[in-house]
Antibody, heavy 123, light 107 residues
Framework: HVQLVESGGGVVQPGGSLRLSCAAS????????MHWVRQTPDKGLEWVAF????????YYADSVKGRFTISRDNSKNTLNLQMNSLRTEDTAVYYC????????????????WGKGTTVTVSS | EIVLTQSPGTLSLSPGERATLSCRAS???????LAWYQQKPGQAPRLLIY???SRATGIPDRFSGSGSGTDFTLTISRLEPEDFAVYYC????????FGQGTKVEIK
């Protein structure tokens, strides 16, 4: 049973940092690229970042480039998102999602999603 | 950035009726790299359709996708009670963007 479980969400002040994690199980984690996607009532779904299956390439949305860092530990089946210099507009539910294609150079669509973790940036 | 515009914003239909949802892209979506997702309240999105017209594993055949270039459609042939939800399109041919969603509600 393929499963993704996010953790690490919470309340943080503007300018602060937070680290999200996603524990993966039920599939060969090291063979698939992984995404972070966030959702707000106002802006809907927004893709945040992608990391290749081997961690060699990372891609970011312009809105988070330079502030967020995606990483993975294939030995622990874990995906991470380090979020620095947080802004109020980063408030959202953050989803970890599995890319559908195995061992590819780029990203495709997401075929498995976690339940999400909530990040609130507020003073 | 490719902007996806979904219409209508809300679709009010009865169980058994046909639902037709539109997704229009501001530029051509390369290789028909377009997906559709269903989301119910309090749940994560669920993949329905990829590559514009391919059904994901376990998705009933009442769901179908079509289109190419800039115009795409998701059709639900006969609405079941569990189909009332919000539907999003997503393009993955040039970075990644999502449409704003269409809510299918019970009339």
């Amino acid at each position: 049973h393929v499963q993704l479980v996010e953790s690490g969400g919470g309340v943080v002040q503007p300018g602060g940092s937070l680290r999200l994690s996603c524990a993966a199980s039920g599939f060969t984690f090291s063979s698939y690229g992984m995404h972070w996607v966030r959702q707000t009532p106002d802006k809907g779904l927004e893709w945040v970042a992608f990391i290749r299956y081997d961690g060699s390439n990372k891609y970011y949305a312009d809105s988070v480039k330079g502030r967020f860092t995606i990483s993975r530990d294939n030995s622990k089946n874990t995906l991470n998102l380090q979020m620095n210099s947080l802004r109020t507009e980063d408030t959202a539910v953050y989803y970890c999602a599995k890319d559908a294609a195995a061992a590819t150079l780029t990203y495709y669509y997401m075929d498995v999603w976690g339940k999400g973790t909530t990040v609130t940036v507020s003073s | 950035e490719i902007v996806l515009t979904q219409s209508p914003g809300t679709l009010s239909l009865s169980p058994g009726e046909r639902a037709t949802l539109s997704c229009r892209a501001s530029q051509s979506v390369s290789s028909s790299f377009l997906a559709w997702y269903q989301q119910k309240p309090g749940q994560a999105p669920r993949l329905l359709i990829y590559a514009a017209s391919s059904r994901a594993t376990g998705i009933p055949d009442r769901f179908s996708g079509s289109g190419s270039g800039t115009d795409f459609t998701l059709t639900i042939s006969r609405l079941e009670p569990e189909d009332f939800a919000v539907y999003y399109c997503q393009q993955y041919g040039s970075s990644q963007t999502f449409g704003q969603g269409t809510k299918v509600e019970i009339k």
